[in-house]
């Protein structure tokens, strides 16, 4: 979690007005479905002025109401991996828009992957790299969802540096979304424990 959360800078507010109380309790009820709002709404839906909307945001430390709800729809889509909250956030983003959205898709892209290059600790790169040429141990691949195609195309280069890889199943790409049902599904978890054990019994490491 962000150490200055949106809450906890309405927390560390004092002296707060009526009209700034109304806001602040809008907002904490209000936080995941903010992007959605602008100056005008929250006004109307809190009855205090515009201005005093303004105000309370720039009290906040935002130089502009945009630049909240920037902060919130970036945070929103980088920390939750919800494809329903993604999709409701975006198609609510695109409605009666005329603009290049290929364009805006291609900036969104870019800044995810800027996002995750700054996630990489070089060092603990090259160990996973130096423990993948590792020519004694087994090397297992899997990918989660789209992304077991890029297993895929992993899984055909390093084969040609190295022996003893092993492209797991595409049924195992999908067992995240199995788990949602692991209850009424026991035989989805009896295959996730088997696979769990029979790593350990061979003391592997998994690298995510």
Known sequence: MPEN???QKIHSLQK?????????DFFAQNEADLVFENVSTISSKTGVSKATVVRFVAKLGYKKFNGLIQELRDELVFKE???????????????????????????CI????????DLIEPEKFLEIAQMLM??????????????????S????????????????G?????????LVNVGEKRRAAGNIQTSLWEFNQENSKILC
């Open 110 to 117: 870019m800044k995810n992957l800027q996002k995750t290059h």
């Open 153 to 168: 195309l992993f899984h055909l280069l390093i084969s040609r540096i190295r022996p003893n890889c092993t492209l797991l």
């Open 5 to 7: 959360t949106l809450l």
């Open 81 to 107: 991996d919800s494809l329903p909250i993604r999709y409701t956030l975006k198609r609510k983003q695109l409605v009666g828009r005329k603009d290049d959205i290929i364009g805006e898709n291609f900036s």
């Open 16 to 24: 707060l007005t009526r009209s700034e109380v109304k806001i602040a």
């Open 134 to 151: 590792k020519q004694n141990a087994h090397l297992y691949i899997t990918g989660q969802r789209t992304s077991y195609c890029l297993a």
């Open 170 to 178: 595409p049924e195992i790409s999908v067992f995240p979304d199995r």
